[in-house]
């Protein structure tokens, strides 16, 4: 069974920078596209970045500048790096991947991070 785990979610200071990791099992996730989506209080859920098997990466627009999306294909570990961070970013953080799909099929129970003074 596949499963997606996140961690690295915490309260920060605007400017702030953090790290999110997400460990797959249940597979082996090397030929698979990654990727991490956030839900803010009272909005839908919105891509931030994604990466494929080659490591090739895309970004939204709010993200592209600031996160740096990567992955450790031994450690079955795909990772989101935020830097200077915005209240604007406090939000939900979910892990996803393409398993044996064109589409993010499999989802991470999402881990909080707020951005505060």
């Known amino acids: 069974q596949v499963q997606l785990i996140e961690s690295g979610g915490e309260l920060v200071q605007p400017g702030d920078s953090l790290r999110l990791s997400c460990a797959a099992s249940g597979a082996a996730f090397s030929s698979n596209a990654l990727g991490w989506f956030r839900q803010a209080p009272g909005k839908e859920r919105e891509f931030v970045a994604s990466?494929?098997?080659?490591?090739?990466?895309t970004y939204s627009g709010d993200s592209k500048g600031r996160f740096t999306i990567s992955r450790d294909n031994a450690k079955n570990t795909v990772y989101l790096q935020m830097n200077s961070l915005k209240p604007a970013d406090t939000a939900v953080y979910y892990c996803t991947t393409s398993y044996r799909s064109n589409e993010f099929n499999f989802w991470g129970q999402g881990n909080q991070v707020t951005v505060s003074s």
């Open positions: 990466i494929n098997w080659a490591g090739l990466t």
